[in-house]
């Protein structure tokens, strides 16, 4: 193993440890995005409703540009 492959396995597990124990994975936050983010465009504390979805859209890049896109269409749909 190289160091550069050490420093990349490191760098996983140390994301990996720093996961919320409440993020839910991809599987459910995609199966929920779309109530999630209807709520969040009409301003529902969804955090507080969906805390474990809200963890993961933290903690998972694609995903949560999957939301901020689906919000952003919500939006404009509502103007």
Request: proline letters at 5%; aromatic letters at 6%; glycine letters at 10%.
């Amino acid at each position: 193993m190289t160091g550069e492959e050490l420093m990349d396995g490191r760098a996983e597990l140390e994301r990996f440890l720093r996961t919320d124990p409440r993020d839910v994975g991809c599987a459910q936050a995609m199966e929920l995005l779309h109530v999630y983010a209807e709520l969040a465009a009409a301003g529902q504390p969804v955090h507080q409703q969906y805390p474990g979805i809200a963890a993961h859209l933290r903690a998972c890049g694609p995903c949560g540009d999957d939301f901020d896109g689906l919000l952003a269409a919500l939006r404009d749909e509502a103007t």
